[in-house]
């Protein structure tokens, strides 16, 4: 009789592991507390032999999401009068593939049809752990039996919480990042354009290459703040008084949070895990170790799905095995590019009028502004990719 695993979270990383165990013959339930996949939101990149690597290996998806390329992976930043303050090309901030989010869950979901059962609106509420088998309770009521459980999601894992009694292993970077879609209004074609002030950024977002429209994303400074990280009404009124007095087209664009039902918003954060599993429960990606943003946490997920679905199915009896391979063999370069991300919040929205300054005029400095493209372009985080008979079979 086939496994039956459940994979909590419908976002990458766990479309992404669906994919491969789908295919291996595994009975596969994913299960996203959100009542559908999300639409818009920023892009990430992909970049570098491991990640290509292994999206060439997932068959259709790489064609697909070359289709959805932004190609506007430049971003300009402006002052509040709209003069240019620095300019960073497509091959600093783009990588070699630059996808929104969203647009890559929903390639990698449409590739699992047939093969993968997803329950959007729905989420664990316990674990409880017997020799054989995980029985899992779900915040509808609902209780079900698996024989594995893998946490796909995200830096604030819920898994990972129920896993390691309530312990988050997430430290906060004290900065906030959102973004929402602005469908109908003006934005660059080519180009991100934002706007900074000292520990704040606000600007507009292209619109992708297949219609969809151009989005705003925003970064800020802050403390943690102080109610549910699912409050939208509470997140909108932040935004309207964090960057309510800004120039530019600053107020047009937070007028648009009125109508507006996908409003992101996270902290910038690290999640450092030291076991990235226990019995028969597991986490990939930013719920194993992570950082929010600029941490190629996409690009770590989708590798690690690769890695993680490989060795199980070369010891599908050992699952401790299986599963502790799996993070030896990825937890080095996972750790390279989560610490890469850390400064993230600091280098787009610096605190200081003087450090928001030093930018500016290093990176209009073109020795230096060629050193840091090369720089990032050889992130020093690479991975040899094993070869797994069983997936290249299936």
């Known amino acids: 009789m086939a496994k039956r695993v459940l994979i909590s979270g419908a976002s990458i990383a766990g479309p992404a592991l669906a994919f491969w165990l789908g295919r291996l013959g595994y009975e596969v339930v994913v299960v996203e507390r959100a009542p559908k996949l ?44 709209g003069r240019t303050q ?43 752990q017997h020799a054989d088998r995980v029985e899992v309770t779900f915040e509808s009521g609902g209780r079900e039996e698996f024989d594995f459980v893998f946490g796909c999601d995200g830096i604030h894992s819920n898994i990972r919480r129920l896993m390691f009694g309530g312990a988050s292993f997430e430290r906060f970077l004290g900065y906030y990042i959102a973004s929402w879609d602005i469908p109908g209004h003006a934005a660059p074609a080519d180009e991100s354009l934002l706007c900074n002030v000292p520990g704040r950024m606000i600007g507009v977002t292209p619109k992708g290459r297949d219609g969809t429209p151009p989005g705003v994303m925003a970064i800020f400074a802050s403390a943690e703040l102080d109610y549910p990280r699912r409050d939208i009404a509470r997140h909108k009124a932040t935004l309207r008084r964090v960057f309510g007095d800004m120039g530019w087209r600053v107020p047009e664009l937070l007028e648009t949070l009125e109508g507006a039902d996908d409003v992101f918003v996270n902290t910038i954060s690290r999640a450092a895990v030291p ?22 946490g996409t690009g770590t997920a989708i590798v690690g799905a690769y890695i993680l679905a490989g060795e199980l199915a070369q010891t599908p ?56 493209i090369n720089l990032a372009n050889e992130s020093g985080a690479d991975i040899a990719l094993p070869d797994f008979p069983a997936l290249e079979a299936a």
């Open 86 to 128: 620095m300019f960073l090309p497509t091959e600093f901030a783009g990588g070699e593939l630059e996808v929104r989010r969203a647009d890559i869950s929903r390639t990698i979901v449409e590739a699992t049809t047939g093969e993968v059962r997803y329950r959007f609106g729905e989420s664990v509420a316990a674990l409880t």
């Open 275 to 296: 076991n990235w599993s226990t019995g028969r429960l597991a986490l990939l990606g930013d719920a194993a170790g992570g950082t929010s943003i600029g941490g190629m």
């Open 317 to 372: 009896e050992d699952f401790a095995g299986a599963v502790a391979r799996y993070q030896a063999r990825l937890e080095p370069f996972a750790a390279a590019c989560s610490k890469n991300g850390e400064s993230s919040g600091n280098f787009l929205a610096p605190k200081s009028a003087a450090t928001l300054f030093m930018r500016n005029a290093m990176f209009n400095f073109p020795p230096i502004k060629n050193w840091m």
């Open 38 to 81: 999300r639409e818009g939101g920023y892009a990430v990149d992909f970049r570098g032999a491991a990640h290509f690597g292994v999206l060439e290996k997932m068959g259709e998806v790489l064609p697909r999401l070359r289709e959805l390329e932004t190609g506007g992976g430049a971003m300009r930043f402006i002052d509040q009068r």
